[in-house]
């Protein structure tokens, strides 16, 4: 279960834009720190299932290397070595178990998500605290209009940035239930495909005309057209 988004949207009368701009900053403060506590919570379960999955692994893989060796130096019985196999096999399980879940990459995931919120909202406690200094001690451009105007704009450019954070965490979660290979980097940088011609000719001109230390590839020259005889 992915995060939610806490309780509703606050609504009331804006006939107290400065009331209603505070309950609106709560609302979205106490949103950012639920997401951010859930994928925290969600770190401690999987990094805990994900330290067992690597110490089974860990074992199993000491496991079958000594026993094996136990065996042939006679301090086991040779009947013991096949347990080896054993060992071995629970320890690959161990580690598709943990790829298949994605255990150690969720909880990594988890981490990096929750600190850039956290970021994103100390942020936005001090622009807040610094909008509010403005309005108390400033000068006071173009009334409560536009000072409300601001307050809104920071509060939904604050939720909009969460929304993202949380947007492309779980469009890297679903991607590892995705079969398929990881695009080349050109491709995910420019986010379009290649042209398979395109990568042909790219293929043949490094082929034919091979790089030399301190000299670039130059085109081989054209014969000029000969002058028509008279």
């Known amino acids: 279960m992915r995060p939610g988004a806490g309780r ?8 107290e ?5 505070d309950e609106l900053y709560v609302w ?14 969600d770190r401690t379960r999987k990094r805990l299932g994900a330290r067992v999955l690597r110490t089974g692994a860990s074992l199993g893989a ?6 094996p060796l136990l065996a042939l130096t006679g301090t086991l019985p040779r009947g013991v070595a096949l347990w080896g ?9 161990c ?8 255990l150690t990459t969720g909880w990594i995931r988890d981490v990096a998500t929750a600190q850039a919120i956290q970021r994103r909202l100390e942020a936005l406690q001090y622009d807040w605290a610094s909008e509010s200094v403005r309005e108390m001690l400033g000068p006071k451009e173009g009334g409560a209009n536009e000072a409300a105007e601001r307050g809104l704009t920071l509060l939904r450019r604050f939720t909009e ?3 993202e954070v949380v947007r492309a965490e779980t469009a890297d979660w679903m991607l590892e239930f995705r079969p398929g290979f990881t695009p080349p980097a050109s491709q995910q940088d420019t986010g379009q495909p290649a042209r398979p011609a395109e990568v042909c000719v790219a293929a043949q001109n490094v082929h034919r005309f091979p790089k030399s230390p301190g000299l670039r590839p130059s085109m081989p020259r054209q014969r000029p057209p000969e002058e028509p005889s008279n």
């Open 8 to 15: 509703a949207f606050p609504l009331g009368d804006w006939g």
């Open 28 to 41: 979205v403060e106490q949103r950012a720190l639920f997401i951010a506590d859930w994928y925290l919570a």
């Open 95 to 102: 580690v598709f178990a943990d790829r298949c879940f994605g």
């Open 161 to 163: 940035d969460v929304s």
């Open 17 to 21: 834009p400065g009331d209603r701009l």
């Open 62 to 67: 000491t496991a079958a290397a000594l026993l």
């Open 85 to 93: 196999y054993v060992a071995l096999l629970a320890a690959v399980m």
